[in-house]
């Protein structure tokens, strides 16, 4: 049974940061390629990033370039998502995916290439 599990959302005041986790078990996880979406509310869900398997290769959507640093560590089976200067409108459900599919496929139809979800963290930025 594959499990994505999230962790390290909270409150948060607007230009903090925040370093979220996620825990990958059931999967052969260096296989695969690795993502956050996240959904405001009211909002639809979103990509956000994506690394490759090997880790060399990561994709972000434009508003958190510069921002946002998605990396994994394969031994450990996890993947982060290290943000900084967070905005008021990056309140949202931010959640793991794994999909057997390139970056560039993840990050499309706003997940449709996604194999496997996690539940989500919330992560609130008041500003």
């Known amino acids: 049974q594959v499990q994505l599990v999230e962790s390290g959302g909270g409150l948060v005041q607007a230009g903090a940061s925040l370093r979220l986790s996620c825990a990958a078990s059931?999967?052969?996880?260096?296989?695969?390629?690795m993502g956050w979406f996240r959904q405001a509310p009211g909002k639809e869900r979103e990509f956000v990033a994506a690394?490759?398997?090997?880790?060399?290769?990561?994709y972000y959507t434009d508003s958190v370039k510069g921002r946002f640093t998605i990396s994994r560590e394969n031994a450990k089976n996890t993947v982060y998502l290290q943000m900084i200067s967070l905005k008021a409108e990056e309140t949202a459900v931010y959640y793991c995916?794994?999909?057997?599919?390139?970056?560039?496929?993840?990050?499309?139809?706003?997940?449709?290439?996604?194999?496997?979800w996690g539940k989500g963290t919330l992560v609130t930025v008041s500003s």
């Open positions: 690394i490759s398997s090997s880790g060399i290769f990561t």
């Open positions: 995916a794994a999909s057997g599919r390139p970056m560039t496929l993840m990050a499309r139809n706003n997940g449709d290439a996604v194999d496997y």
């Open positions: 059931g999967l052969p996880f260096s296989r695969y390629t």
